[in-house]
């Protein structure tokens, strides 16, 4: 597969009377075809102007965006409006339609576009169909929730069959279930249609839980970018680690000799204790001694963990292993 949208060397400033502000400065990426791609930073760091380049409804002060092998900027208004009906945008807003209902806000694009209105009343039902909300098709906005509006949004932006899908911002308003039904609705139809999604945010979980590559931003530059496992395992940028440790690296420090020592009672030999516990304290812990013997299949046996400094980090490991029914003791060891 090509390329779906080639960036190169984009600028974007933005001048007023008394002076001019840089949003973008020699943005260069490549968004390939049927892929979903991230693009994540910090309030201000020019992700919305990006998005907005990329469909010319801001247009770049320098530089070039390719769509779909055609260079947007050689494009005649009229030629522009066409190239744009590929190129759906959903946002952190719904900017859904309020006196229509359902499937009135997904006709209006089709609308727009003079399909007739049987035709565009059944492409609106498939599309409903599509993002599960079909039996809210005569409901209007206000009896909506925000993960309904956000699924009329999709519907409506797929109605004009684009070949991508951006969206900026789109899980933002919205709880963090519904935001993980919205995410996996976009990848089953990413895998269903085929289309592109670009996925703009500020939140590295989003970008970990959809997408394959990442563009991060950062005061107008790209200051990263490549595979998401790649970044998230080695961030080189600063403003990688900021985002992906943002209370910076729980590393932890061992200097007096508190510990646990948790006893393995027959537990099964294939739980990741340990692991399991670091990840859901977000600490780290030191093993100073451990004798764990596997027996048909379960733990037997003892191991001696060095707990961090940090008192809450201490509180959080206790109750995680009261939570799981581990037995431990708490000790002080001569380290």
Known sequence: MGAMIEIKNL???FFTKENQVVALEGVSLEIEEGEIFGIIGLSGAGKSTLVRCM????????????????????MSEKQLRKARQSISMIFQGFHLLMQRNALQNVCFPLEIAGVPKKEAEKKAKEMLELVGIADKMQAYPSQLSGGQKQRVAIARALATNPKVLLCDEATSALDPTTTRSILALLQEINRKLGVTIVIITHEMGVIEAICKRVAILDRSHVAEMGKVEDIFVNPQSE?????IYPQGRKEGTFQKGECVRIVFDGRSSFEPVVSNMVLACGTAV????????NIDGQAFGQMLLQLPDDETAKRKIFAYLTSRNIHFEEEFANV
């Open 11 to 13: 600028g974007k400033t």
């Open 239 to 243: 403003i990688a680690k900021q985002l």
């Open 55 to 74: 469909n010319y409804l801001e247009k770049p002060t320098t530089g070039s965006v390719v769509f779909d092998g055609q260079a947007l900027h050689t």
């Open 286 to 293: 030191n093993i100073l001694f451990a004798d764990t013997k």
